[in-house]
C-alpha cells in the first residue's frame, strides 16, 4: 500500500480545481481498499473516496486519505435467453463500458454514451440520459462497509433508486464503497430514440436501420456539440438537476411564460433546468475565470485556475435568481466538498 502525502488533486477532479491531499493512495483490489480504510481508521484520518472526479467540486483542501478507486474488469457472468449479466469493477470508465457493451451487442446502456465518470458512480447518482436510466439495466452491486470491511451485496430495491438519487446519497450516504456493479443487458435492442434530438440527428446522418452503435454514435455528437470537453475546459457535465413542480404550478407559469418546456412524471412536470437558467440571462456568463458555458447553461465551467467557491458561489447565485423569477428551487447534481 503505497500512501502518498500532500497531493494536488487537480489532475484528479474535471473541474481543475486545485486543492490538496493531505493523503492519496490508490486502490486496485478490495483488499488494497480495505487495507487502505484499515490505515485512516487507525490514524484517526477520515477515508474520502474518489472515482472519475466528474461530480464533485472541491471548495477546500482536504484534511483525509483520499482512496482513488481503480478496481477494473468486465466480465460476462450470466447469460440466459434474453440476457447478459455482466459484472463491472467500479474503477471502470463508464464511457469504455458503454463502448464494450456496443462492441459486444449488450443492448441497453447505448444511450448513456460519453458520460464521464466511473462505473462505481452510476448507481450512487442513478446516471442518466436520453430516456434511460441505471436503473433499467441494473441487477445488483457489491459495496465495502467501511465500518466492518465486509463486502455486502444490493439490489435494485435495497439502492432505492430515484431521479439522481440513491440510498446510498441519503441514509447511507459515506458508510459504503461501491466495487463493482452488475448490469442486465439485453441480446434483444429496445432502441430509445424517442428523446433529445436522436431521432433527428440519425435522419440528419441518413441512417436507415438502428444500431447500437448507431444510437450511441448520435447521442455522442449530441453531446460533443453542447457539452464541453473537461480535458479542454473544466467542468462536470450538468450542474444541476431537473425541478418537478406540481401541475397547477405549471398551469400558471404557462400563462406567464407561454414557451415554458415541461414534461409530465410521476410527481408532477419536470422542467427543463436549462430553460429556467437560460431566461434569467446566464447563459455564457463568464467571470474572470469561472463561468456558464456558452452553448449549454446547465454547465459551470472552469476556464483555467478558477476557484471551487467562486463557482458554489455562481451556482448559489444562479438559485437565487431562478427562484426569484420562476419561484422553483433547483438542486446541484455536483457533490461540493
Known amino acids: 500500500m503505497n500512501i502518498l502525502e500532500n497531493i494536488s488533486l487537480k489532475a484528479f477532479n474535471t473541474f481543475g480545481i486545485d486543492?490538496?491531499?493531505?493523503?492519496?493512495?490508490?486502490?486496485?483490489s478490495v483488499d488494497e481498499l480495505k487495507k487502505a480504510l484499515h490505515w485512516a481508521k487507525s490514524q484517526k484520518i477520515k477515508p474520502l473516496i474518489l472515482g472519475g472526479g466528474s461530480n464533485i467540486l472541491l471548495t477546500q483542501d482536504q484534511d483525509a486519505l483520499v482512496i482513488k478507486i481503480e478496481l477494473e474488469g468486465i466480465e460476462v457472468i450470466?447469460?440466459?435467453?434474453?440476457?447478459y449479466h455482466v459484472a463491472v469493477g467500479a474503477g471502470v470508465n463508464w464511457h469504455q463500458f458503454?463502448?464494450?457493451?456496443?462492441?459486444?451487442n449488450w443492448a441497453g446502456v447505448e444511450n448513456l454514451s460519453l458520460i464521464p465518470g466511473t462505473v462505481g458512480a452510476s448507481p450512487m447518482q442513478n446516471i442518466g440520459a436520453y430516456g434511460v436510466e441505471i436503473k433499467d439495466v441494473f441487477h445488483s452491486l457489491k459495496a465495502l462497509n467501511k465500518e466492518t470491511l465486509d463486502l455486502e451485496e444490493f439490489d435494485a430495491a435495497q439502492c432505492q433508486f430515484g431521479y439522481r438519487e440513491s440510498v446510498f446519497k441519503h441514509d447511507l450516504k459515506g458508510k459504503y464503497v461501491i466495487c463493482s456493479v452488475v448490469f442486465c443487458l439485453r441480446k434483444k435492442p429496445d432502441f430509445h430514440t424517442?428523446?433529445?434530438?436522436?431521432?433527428?440527428?440519425l435522419e440528419a446522418s441518413g441512417v436507415n436501420e438502428l444500431s447500437l452503435k448507431a444510437i450511441s454514435e448520435a447521442v455522442i455528437q449530441i453531446r460533443q456539440s453542447k457539452l464541453p470537453d473537461p480535458k479542454e475546459i473544466g467542468n462536470a457535465g450538468s450542474f444541476f438537476k431537473n425541478p418537478t413542480i406540481t401541475t397547477e404550478q405549471f398551469e400558471v407559469l404557462k400563462n406567464h411564460y407561454p414557451a415554458i418546456p415541461g414534461f409530465p412524471n410521476e410527481e408532477g412536470i419536470?422542467?427543463?433546468?436549462?430553460w429556467l437558467i437560460e431566461q434569467c440571462g446566464w447563459k455564457g456568463q463568464r467571470f474572470g475565470e469561472i463561468g456558464v458555458h456558452s452553448k449549454q447553461p446547465l454547465v459551470l465551467v472552469n476556464y483555467?485556475?478558477?476557484?471551487?467557491?467562486?463557482i458554489k458561489k455562481l451556482a448559489e447565485k444562479i438559485q437565487q435568481s431562478v427562484a426569484e423569477k420562476f419561484d422553483i428551487s433547483i438542486h446541484p447534481e455536483v457533490n461540493f466538498l
Open 19 to 28: 486543492k490538496t491531499a493531505r493523503f492519496f493512495m490508490v486502490a486496485k
Open 78 to 83: 450470466k447469460e440466459d435467453e434474453e440476457t
Open 98 to 104: 458503454v463502448m464494450t457493451s456496443i462492441a459486444n
Open 194 to 201: 424517442e428523446y433529445g434530438a436522436i431521432q433527428e440527428t
Open 270 to 274: 419536470k422542467v427543463p433546468a436549462a
Open 304 to 310: 483555467g485556475d478558477g476557484d471551487g467557491n467562486e
